[in-house]
């Protein structure tokens, strides 16, 4: 607490006040002062006799303390305050001041925004200091590596069911794409990298991590060892066919720019979607389309080379036919197959041993053999067959059986003994008689 006569000042003030009363006693010269102080021979007179003037407290800027001439009123302070509270509850101070000014027109800056959030105690997810990491340079060319993965979170907050985000992002230019699914595996992997080839081109790597939809966890064939190769997932095999190459991350920080991404949206984004009321996935789907562009307006980057390696689609492909899930299946001598539990009857009559079960995303399936489809109907019953129940015969062995050999042998000898002894017993009976 300064009383009266007390001047608070900083030590800066001190020290530029010190070096001013060496001016003003002619001990030091102005230009010399302008030297220490780091400022012009004019600002040293203006502050000399300032001091002569008014004193120590003249070393002081006149606007220490006075409201800045830019300073927001009361009015649109406490309005803005209300909306953080009410509006834009949990808004970070950056997305907070965003949507002030874009949808409520009050245009306040995040630092500015922090700092009364900060005084009247309103709880914000701050950012947590994070564990260094050797930096990665980005890649050089648009479609050089994509980086991709799926995130599973409450993305409409209770408003519809629980999703997962397939996300995309290109590493040299942070260019997103994502579309929402129930769940994920291995057909919203793969209707994901449909919609995004579709858009973007196909790309020449794509960098994702070893979860069991992206990379098989069955031990490798004997084949595949004498080919020096590893067993593919489906949607590995997929991206085989189409000429991508898939890079494996070893952990989650190694791909950090689609993990960054997934952070931001599970800010961001979910903060979007509660405004506009988003609550199923068709609206969900339908606002990220719209999205997309504006994120990747602001935040995407110009990479350090302007080639666009993404590939056009080959006309003469087919991508249902690549992006689905095929299983090889034995075909029995009666032309039929066992898939999923269920027995289908071959129409065409081909001379083959296995068939390829494709069954596309749509929830269609194609039977093929080499290039040629098959025509195939389920056999919704099996016919019953009619015969007679079967009397089953007890077999006893005989008594000289190799099992009832010693047991045999055994009972000849006790009968033989109990017999030799009953005969000595008459004998002893007739004895006894006579007597």
Known sequence: MTGKDMIAMSQGDLRRLAVIHKVIDKRLSQVEAADVLE??????????????????????????????HNALDAKTKRRAIDLCKEVYEGF??????????ERDKIKVSRETLRQWLKQE??????????PHRHWRERKECYGQMIQMDGSDHDWLEARGPKCVLMGYIDDATGIPFGRFYAYEGTIPAMGSFKGY?????????VYLDRHSTYKSTQKPTIEDELNNIGPLSQFGRALKELGVELIYARSAPAKGRIERLFKTFQDRLIKEMRLHNISSLDQANAFLERYLPVYAKRFAVKPSKSDDLHRPIPKDIDLDEILCVKTERALRNDFTIAHDKKLYQIQNNINAQKVMVEERMDGSMVI????????????????QKQHEPKIRKIHIPPMDHPWKRAMYERYQHIHSYSQREKGSQKEKELLLVKT
């Open 92 to 101: 970070g101070p950056t997305l907070a001041s965003e949507k002030l000014f």
């Open 368 to 383: 093929r053999h080499k290039d040629s489809t098959l025509k195939f109907t389920q056999i919704s019953e099996l016919p």
């Open 39 to 68: 400022l012009s021979d004019r600002q040293i007179r203006r502050i000399s006799a300032r001091v002569s003037e008014e004193g120590d407290k003249g070393v002081i800027h006149r606007s220490r303390g006075l409201p800045s």
């Open 121 to 130: 105690r309103l709880p914000y997810s701050d950012r947590k200091k994070r």
């Open 197 to 205: 080839i579709k858009k973007h081109g196909i790309p020449v790597s």
